[in-house]
Structure formats: structure tokens, C-alpha cells
């Protein structure tokens, strides 16, 4: 009876081992198998690219939520951005109080501040949809938010950069950017720990040689 106990025990023992190593063996399978994150950008990115349709040239309107650490309200103001590959960014603010600053080109003014002047080119890559000079410049993590309705993937995607330059990291933490056929939304997450949410509407190409969409480039 004794040796049937410990038989039976002994089997009962060796059954576990086995059980826990093949769930153990099976679990490293899984995670060798499992897709890296880098590998999941590098997907997201592919396809936002085929998706994204972002003119060389084009005007549109802005609306700017400013949140500053030490304020109760956020500021907001709205106007008219350009994008030409040529001449820049020109970004027009008509509310609360009206500027004008040229950003990137030949026609950059003064009054364009260092954060600005820092942006300058990120955002052209950004609202071009130059995701390989992006690179250069920022750790990428991207993919494509889900339908929680439908529970499948939706067309609409989220990148998030990480500036790898020193010099932007004083002005910038990250900028996180929201899209699908065109870029809908940026959000800057700055050094000073203020956040700056920028909504792009009825974003439109323009010609190069469209008189008004140029004179947008003169410094006032």
C-alpha cells in the first residue's frame, strides 16, 4: 500500500514538473514570437505613410489651447496657418490678439521666439508627413488607435516623438500627433511643462503661385 502511495505520489510529482515546464517552454515561445514595439512602428509608420495625403503646399485654420502649470484656465487662440515647402510656415494668429510669425523659410521675422525657431522644422516634417527626417531627429512610436465599439483598429493613428537632440530637449518633451488621411491634431508637451494642443481644420492645398497663399510669407 505504502509503495502504491508513493508511486502514485511520485507520478502525480512528475506530472506537475512537466505541466509547469511546458507552460514555462510555452510562455517563451509566446515571447519570442511576439511582435518588438520597434517592429510595430516600423509597420504603423509604413502605412501611415500610404494613407497620409499631404500636399506640398497648404493653407488652413488653427485652434490653440495653451495649459500652463501655473494658470487655472488654459489660453486659446485661433487663425490661419500655411505650409510651403519653399517659404516655410506662416502662422497668423487673428484671436485674442493678433501676430503674425514666419517660421522655417527665407522670410522667418524676429519675432519668431527660440521655441519657435526650435519647431520650425519638426513641424514642417510633421504637417508634410516626412516621416524619415523625423527620424532623424526624434525616438518614433506610432500606431493605430481602436474602435472600442467595433473592437477592431481604426484609421485614425498616434505618433509620439522624442526630440534626440539636447538642444530641442530644453524646449520639448515630446510631441504627440493624432491623424488619419491628413494630420487632425499636435500636441507638444514642452520643457517648462506647459502643453500646447493645436487642432488643424479644412486644411486645403494651394498652387505655388497663388498670390495670396505667398504674400502669406512676407514679414509683416
Known amino acids: 500500500m505504502q509503495k502504491q502511495y508513493r508511486s502514485t505520489?511520485?507520478?502525480?510529482?512528475?506530472?506537475?514538473?512537466?505541466?509547469?515546464?511546458?507552460?514555462?517552454?510555452?510562455?517563451?515561445?509566446?515571447?519570442?514570437?511576439?511582435?518588438?514595439?520597434q517592429q510595430v512602428t516600423v509597420e504603423a509608420l509604413a502605412k501611415i505613410s500610404e494613407q497620409l495625403n499631404q500636399p506640398a503646399q497648404m493653407r488652413g485654420e488653427f485652434l490653440q489651447k495653451k495649459t500652463l502649470p501655473n494658470l487655472?484656465?488654459?489660453?486659446?487662440?485661433?487663425?490661419?496657418?500655411?505650409l510651403s515647402q519653399e517659404h516655410g510656415i506662416s502662422w497668423r494668429?487673428?484671436?485674442p490678439v493678433a501676430s503674425h510669425i514666419v517660421m522655417g523659410g527665407e522670410g522667418e521675422n524676429a519675432s519668431a521666439s527660440a521655441f519657435s525657431r526650435q519647431m520650425a522644422e519638426p513641424m514642417m516634417h510633421i504637417l508634410r508627413g516626412d516621416f524619415a527626417a523625423l527620424e532623424q531627429m526624434f525616438y518614433v512610436d506610432a500606431g493605430y488607435e481602436k474602435d472600442e465599439e467595433a473592437s477592431v483598429t481604426s484609421d485614425n493613428w498616434k505618433m509620439s516623438l522624442r526630440p534626440r537632440n539636447a538642444r530641442l530637449q530644453k524646449y520639448l518633451n515630446a510631441i504627440e500627433i493624432f491623424g488619419n488621411e491628413s494630420v487632425h491634431r499636435i500636441r507638444l508637451l514642452e520643457g517648462n511643462q506647459s502643453v500646447t494642443d493645436i487642432e488643424f481644420i479644412n486644411m486645403q492645398p494651394v498652387t505655388a503661385q497663388d498670390a495670396q497663399f505667398l504674400a502669406e510669407f512676407d514679414s509683416d
Open 72 to 82: 487655472p484656465r488654459p489660453l486659446q487662440s485661433q487663425g490661419q496657418i500655411s
Open 93 to 95: 494668429t487673428l484671436q
Open 9 to 37: 505520489r511520485g507520478f502525480l510529482m512528475a506530472s506537475a514538473v512537466a505541466g509547469f515546464l511546458c507552460s514555462s517552454l510555452g510562455a517563451f515561445a509566446g515571447q519570442t514570437d511576439a511582435v518588438s514595439p
